[in-house]
């Protein structure tokens, strides 16, 4: 198994690509801490790692308060030990709307959850893998963090904050043994937040829900939505010693449609 003995935290597990990745990573031996805000979700997570025999613990937390993030990092550590690897998932899109029309409390709250709480996490797991010399942290970024698209400026605003997090703890790492990257999801349209976004973003235009989501996907290359366990196999990869050369990139899992 590709991550045995390790200890992961998951943000973002309870729903979604948080929860994909909690199992990927629990069923490859990791012992994973998941967090996130709804319990009830967290519960499903860990219910399914444990009746396969996996290692998992779980934490409800907010990641926008930095005592909610030193409460999941003690947690991992008194469950299982030093931490191995942070995924950095919990996220929200925020509103739907143009810049002027977003208030700054909205910009905020996107803000705090989307980078405010990986910076968080990632300053606390740091001296600990920097004092053992190796270690891993995935950030979930997004393509919205790469290219622009419209009403979605405090998301977008907060994933290229993200790349630019993991791009400047990257250098900082690496002499210390510590890999740093991004993941940039294409449309996931299975999950919660995708199919949130597209009903939002079809009354905002005056669309057909479907007729705005075969919209997008005509402008991916394989014409198809990314799955959730493509996401995961691709997190999965970055954080085994398979990738043990790459650091500081950010990795678009999105079928074609950025190409940088």
């Not at 069923?27 to 319990?39: D, F, H, P």
């Not at 043994?177 to 939002?200: D, K, Y």
Request: hydrophobic content about 40%; aromatic content about 4%.
């Amino acid at each position: 198994m590709r991550l045995d003995g390790k200890v992961a935290i998951v943000t973002g597990a309870g729903r979604g690509i948080g929860r994909g990745i909690a199992r990927r990573f629990a069923s490859e031996g990791a012992a994973v801490l998941a967090t996130a805000r709804t319990e009830e979700e967290l519960d499903r997570t860990t219910a399914w790692i444990s009746k396969r025999g996996g290692r998992t613990a779980s934490v409800v937390a907010d990641v926008s308060h930095e005592g909610d993030c030193e409460r999941i990092v003690e947690e991992a550590r008194a469950r299982f030990g030093p931490i191995d690897i942070l995924l950095n998932n919990a996220g929200i899109f925020g509103p739907v709307r143009p810049a002027e029309e977003i208030s700054p409390e909205e910009f905020d709250e996107v803000i705090a959850i989307n980078l405010r709480g990986p910076f968080l996490l990632c300053r606390l797991v740091l001296p600990e893998m920097y004092e053992r010399g190796s270690g891993v942290i995935l950030n979930i970024s997004s393509i919205g963090g790469k290219q622009a698209y419209p009403m979605g400026g405090a998301y977008g605003t907060s994933k290229a904050g993200m790349l630019g997090l993991t791009r400047s703890l990257a250098a900082e790492a690496a002499p210390r043994g510590v890999r740093v990257n991004a993941i940039c999801p294409g449309p996931v349209t299975e999950t919660r937040m995708s199919q949130r976004l597209g009903q939002a973003l079809a009354e905002r235009l005056g669309m057909d829900v479907e007729e705005q989501r075969e919209g997008v996907l005509r402008g991916i290359l394989q014409g198809r939505a990314q799955t959730v366990d493509e996401i995961a196999a691709v997190a999965l990869f970055l954080a085994s010693d398979a990738a043990s050369a790459i650091t500081a990139q950010a990795i678009n899992v999105d079928g074609g449609i950025v190409y940088y």
